[in-house]
């Protein structure tokens, strides 16, 4: 499993914007993830990237809004979120899984293994 560590969340009026950062520990290539979840929901993928390189990968609801990328020298992934909407009040989690070749880093919560505490995000109209 992968030591992940969170930030950034925290209250916002709708339209405004919350950046959530994410660091782990850099061993090995990997696909890091943000999911996130609603009371009374399913934990439901937001965004992902590979850690070795540049490919991402957006759910439907977060494309046009919501940015994933990443520092290499410090180990750290962003989410960038613009335009936040109320639906979009939830707990974020990171979550990360060793890279296999020839996969590419989705986010099917089912294929994570290592999961960060989660931060608040709350989004007021």
């Known amino acids: 499993q992968v030591p992940l560590v969170e930030s950034g969340g925290g209250s916002v009026q709708a339209g405004g914007s919350l950046r959530l950062s994410c660091t782990h520990s850099?061993?090995?290539?990997?696909?890091v993830g943000w999911f996130r979840q609603a009371p009374g929901k399913e934990r439901e993928g937001v965004a992902g990237?590979?850690?070795?390189?540049?490919?991402?990968y957006y759910a439907d609801s977060a494309k046009g809004r919501f940015t994933i990328s990443q520092d290499k020298a410090k180990n750290t992934v962003y989410l960038q979120m613009n335009s936040l909407k109320p639906e979009d009040t939830a707990m974020y989690y990171c979550?990360?899984?060793?890279?296999?070749?020839?996969?590419?880093?989705?986010?099917?919560?089912?294929?994570?293994?290592?999961w960060g505490q989660g931060t608040q995000v709350t989004v007021s109209s």
């Open positions: 979550a990360a899984h060793f890279w296999r070749p020839g996969s590419t880093c989705d986010v099917d919560p089912d294929e994570y293994n290592s």
């Open positions: 850099g061993y090995r290539t990997k696909c």
């Open positions: 990237i590979h850690s070795g390189g540049s490919s991402t």
